[in-house]
């Protein structure tokens, strides 16, 4: 029996829309999956809500501020970002993001645009997703679906992703986020080691893989998410140290300021750089090194082409998380503080150690396949209880019924949030939505949401 699949994503960054075009690849061949549709829980949100009114404006204004503020929060100052309250409490509390998305389902959201989003599902089987915040949503559609969780960091991760005592199979990157998800996952979860994901067509053979240059290339990415201006001038100066060791520098992105830079350099490193506008990397297995920020997507994307990887830069803490896997051998190099530049000689030898890596870090497309397909034919695993709590959008545990026990501390519980934290996040929700509101209100194409 074809089973039709949904995997979940969304705009906050890059990253996790590259993560659904790789799982997409797996997915798409198996003789088990009548199609694969990538839905966009930005804008399945987005094109739920109704905009008639004044109030409606509003609403709209807090809903675009919890969904589309990504971007500004990662071009914060680094200091800025590590003391944000979405970054602490992000890190220390689980139920955070359940937490936003529970309480917005109770503020902002009216329950009619609700059951629109929970419409959209009704004809899928089965929903990967690659994101820690709709969980509350997945939560609401635990009943009908097989819900799968796909890791999107090694290690630890995202502090949030764990919350939910709904997942029926969480897919690992590794075998320490693998050793988390089974520490913090309810027990009937099934937690599957599926290695770092990619797409199934940047599997070369390791004689593909090897180098033909015989002097050592390095690709500097400086990417479009986070603190430009900072995160530039150090990958200049980094990139500089490795003209000054004899390595050949390609910078892909950013012409503007490395052209203008480039005038104020000696014209002996001004002939050892090549630079290049932005676009896919689909040829990384033509360097030696590849530089950039330390999200999983690039450093995944280079190490399948058994390319080392130096990260000069962290979003937050769990970027930070994914120089774990230098335990195993990895090379994974950690510039964010202070960097070495290694002698040709050696970014050689780091390269052949990686090449030999590639295959005990990455499962082949047939083991992929062959565990996607075992996941998408299984029955539902973790089966909720018949009983909803009577309030769910404030019950943040992940569980749907209480025991008796626990029950009448459950309710007392729910009630002194109602009471205190519900007005206090009205009040966040509304006057950020009103500070953009103010900035946004004389553009048509925002509230007519073309945008």
Known sequence: ??????????????????????????????????????????????????????WDRMRYSAHHQLMFSYDNFAKLPAWLRYLHPINLASRWVKRFYAMIWGTASYLVYRKAELERLLQRFESYDCVFSV?????????????????????????????????????????SSDSNNAFVARSEYHSATKVLELGPLYHRL??????????????????????????????LRRLLSIAKACLARGHHVVWRGSEAVINEELEHWDAFFQQRITVQGYGPLDDLEQF????????????????????????????????KQNLCVQSIGVQLLDWSREYSIPQPEQLKKMRRVQLQLRDELFSRPDEVA???????????????????????????????????????RRRVGIVIKKMLLLPLLCIIYYSTGWWRYLRLRKSRSFFSKEF
């Not at 694969?36 to 905009?51: G, K, S, T, Y």
């Not at 390791?206 to 995160?231: C, M, V, W, Y």
């Not at 030696?288 to 997507?297: A, E, M, P, R, T």
């Not at 399948?304 to 990260?311: E, L």
């Open 370 to 408: 062959q565990l996607l397909g075992q996941v998408v034919l299984s029955d539902k695993i973790v089966v909720p209880l018949s009983t909803p709590l009577p309030e769910p959008y404030l019950d943040f545990s992940g569980r749907r019924v209480a025991s008796e026990r626990t029950a009448f």
């Open 202 to 231: 940047d599997h070369l053979s390791l004689d593909a893989l090897s180098s033909s240059h015989s002097e050592t290339r390095i690709l500097f990415i400086p990417g479009k998410t986070g603190n430009q201006s900072a995160l």
């Open 131 to 171: 994101l820690a915040t709709p969980n509350h949503l997945l939560w609401m559609l635990q009943r009908q679906l097989l819900l799968v969780n796909v890791s999107q960091d090694f290690g630890a991760g995202v502090r949030t992703v764990w919350w939910g005592r709904f997942w029926d199979f969480h897919l």
């Open 288 to 319: 030696d090194l590849v530089v950039g920020k330390g999200s999983y997507n690039q450093i995944t994307e280079s190490l399948i082409k058994g390319v080392p990887f130096a990260c000069v830069h962290f979003l937050g803490y769990w970027e």
């Open 1 to 54: 029996m074809s089973k039709k699949v949904a995997i979940l994503t969304g705009e906050f960054g890059q990253g996790h829309l590259a993560l659904a075009r790789k799982l997409q690849s797996h997915l798409d061949p198996l003789p088990s999956v009548d199609c694969v549709d990538i839905i966009n829980i930005n804008r399945l949100v987005d094109e739920a809500v109704v905009v008639n009114s004044f």
